[in-house]
């Protein structure tokens, strides 16, 4: 399975579609994730600095990409 918020992506879900998704990567609950696929085992999501505030540059928010053993759970609706 493919999520995301970014409505530029082919797996792109409404905000009210993705409430109640949780992303794991190896295991862990990750927050901010922009886009998640369990196949290709990737993650994006928004950076935050040491105050949890989003990290912007030049206007643009800040991303970094994770791999791993991606595990999306997701409500009925979007499955």
């Not at 993705?18 to 999501?45: F, M, N, P, S």
Request: charged share 35%; net charge negative.
């Amino acid at each position: 399975m493919r999520i995301s918020a970014d409505n530029d992506d082919a797996g792109y879900v409404s905000a009210e579609r993705r409430r109640g998704v949780r992303i794991y990567l190896d295991g862990i609950d990750l927050k901010d994730v922009i886009t998640a696929d369990e196949e290709d085992g990737y993650i994006l999501r928004a950076l935050r600095d040491d105050l949890q505030l989003l990290v912007f540059e030049n206007g643009q928010l800040v991303t970094e990409e994770m791999r791993g053993k991606v595990k999306i759970i997701a409500p009925q609706r979007i499955q």
